[in-house]
């Protein structure tokens, strides 16, 4: 058990510019999340997978971010246009099965010039 | 949608003194309430959960922490601070396994401790 991985740690980036973050969950697990979490704030959810399907989006997922977990496994999650509101800490987390338990990667945080 | 309230964005103590930490919840059933602490530039890690057993809970790193249905509260509590504990901590809710959002997250604003030697 190696635990969730993110990629990358860190990325900054111009306005108007596209990004890509990767997640992988801890093996076998199912359910996978993403959250933001902006400075002095709790994290916010903002999608949920259940395996390859995905199941919510929050209001918070504007129409320049889309979010897949193509195999089931690793999840990626886009913003295109970046806006300087929308530097955070991006969090992925999974769980397995019926277990409640959410298990979180070190974040991406993004800084948006 | 269920939400917690955490009081306090920050907390000061004496390094051996007792820490306590405020949450309380919404909430028309018993919903599933976590803690989780985050050290700088990192992710967070679970210090324990409430999930309908015990009232007392008992996580990692010597913390408790007791849900409390009449005063609908989660709060944290260690006897004892150490400087290591000096982090940020979330309060988090969930209901129960809903199909279309599993176990997603509420949490609440945080609390930073401070242990002062």
């Known amino acids: 058990d190696t635990g969730v991985s993110q990629d990358p740690r860190h990325k900054i980036t111009k306005r108007g510019q596209n990004v890509t973050f990767r997640c992988d969950p801890i093996s076998e697990h199912n359910r996978l999340y993403w959250y933001r979490q902006t400075l002095g704030q709790g994290p916010e959810f903002l999608t949920y997978?259940?395996?390859?399907?995905?199941?919510?989006k929050s209001r918070l997922l504007s129409d320049r971010f889309s979010a897949e977990r193509p195999k089931g496994s690793f999840s990626t999650l886009e913003i295109q246009r970046t806006e300087q509101g929308d530097s955070a800490m991006y969090l992925c987390?999974?769980?397995?099965?019926?277990?409640?338990?959410?298990?979180f990667g070190p974040g991406t945080r993004l800084l948006v010039l | 949608a269920q939400s917690v309230t955490q009081l306090g964005s920050h907390v000061s103590v004496s390094e051996g003194a007792l820490v306590l930490l405020r949450c309380n919840y919404s909430s028309s059933v018993p919903p599933y309430l976590f803690w989780y602490v985050q050290y700088p530039n990192q992710g967070l890690q679970l210090l324990l959960k409430?999930?309908?057993?015990?009232?007392l809970v008992k996580g990692i790193n010597g913390f408790e922490a007791e849900f409390k249905k009449s005063e609908t509260s989660f709060h944290l509590t260690k006897p004892s601070a150490h400087m290591s504990d000096a982090a940020e901590y979330f309060c988090a809710v969930t209901p129960t396994l809903n199909s279309n959002s599993g176990y997603a997250l509420n949490f609440g604003k945080g609390t930073s401790l401070l242990v002062t030697p």
């Open positions: 997978f259940q395996n390859e399907a995905q199941l919510e």
């Open positions: 409430y999930t309908s057993a015990a009232t």
């Open positions: 987390a999974s769980s397995s099965g019926n277990q409640e338990t959410q298990y």
